[in-house]
């Protein structure tokens, strides 16, 4: 199995500033099969990227991700107050799929 | 409108049975995977298991094999997770989702709004 480890766990910044989040596999992910979900209290994940680097349908620009192999990572150029919640990377490559721990984006 | 439709919050006590529904609409339910993540309260996403609804083509998480039951019936476009046994630790919410492409594992672009399980005496 796949493990993912998320980095960091909480990461507290000002809106407009800049955010990146990291995400690490056990193994290398095959064909970048690597997703980022955002997640809001009492809402289901939304797909922000596959394949590693893909902006999913509707996803604004300011989100970005890449990475290969074993290292991704998630950038959100300037956060908006919308952007302030968890985010989940997730392998899709190799069975089980698995899901990183999450990186909690707060308000400082 | 793309989309999976969960059944109600259920509250159950330990050894009872379930069975919880995700129903897809508006796309070709057979020819898409579509998975079961349980989220334990104030924790993370775990994926569970997936089912390929034409064929049923089941596919578990070592974690969840032989606790859980995935199951689809075409007919009603209709996937399942069932429990024979319900524990506390089951307590979740639990969420179906569905990949982006026909037929391809990939990454969950449809959700379901989740079912909140709960298990307590």
């Known amino acids: 199995e796949i493990v993912l480890t998320q980095s960091p766990g909480t990461l507290s910044l000002s809106p407009g500033e800049r955010a990146t989040l990291s995400c690490w596999a056990s193994q290398t992910v095959s064909s970048s099969y690597l997703a980022w979900y955002q997640q809001k209290p009492g809402l289901a994940p939304r797909l922000l990227i596959y394949?590693?680097?893909n902006r999913a349908t509707g996803i604004p620009d300011r989100f970005s991700g890449s990475g290969s192999g074993t290292d991704f990572s998630l950038t959100i150029s300037r956060l908006e107050p919308e952007d302030f919640a968890v985010y989940y990377c997730q392998q899709y490559g190799n069975s089980p799929w698995t899901f990183g721990q999450g990186t909690k984006v707060e308000i400082k | 409108e793309v989309q999976l439709v969960q059944s109600g919050a259920e509250v159950k006590k330990p050894g009872e049975s379930l069975k919880i529904s995700c129903k897809g609409s508006g796309y070709s339910f057979t020819i898409y995977w579509i998975a079961w993540v349980r989220q334990m309260p104030g924790k993370g996403l775990e994926w569970m298991g997936i089912?390929?609804?034409?064929?049923?083509?089941?596919r578990y998480s070592p974690s969840f094999q032989g606790q859980v039951t995935i199951s689809a019936d075409k007919s009603i476009t209709t996937a399942y997770l069932e429990w024979s046994s319900l524990k506390a630790s089951d307590t979740a919410m639990y969420y179906c989702a569905r990949p982006k492409t026909v037929g391809a594992f990939d990454a969950f672009d449809i959700w379901g709004q989740g079912t909140l399980v709960t298990v307590s005496s």
């Open positions: 089912i390929y609804p034409g064929v049923s083509d089941t």
């Open positions: 394949g590693a680097s």
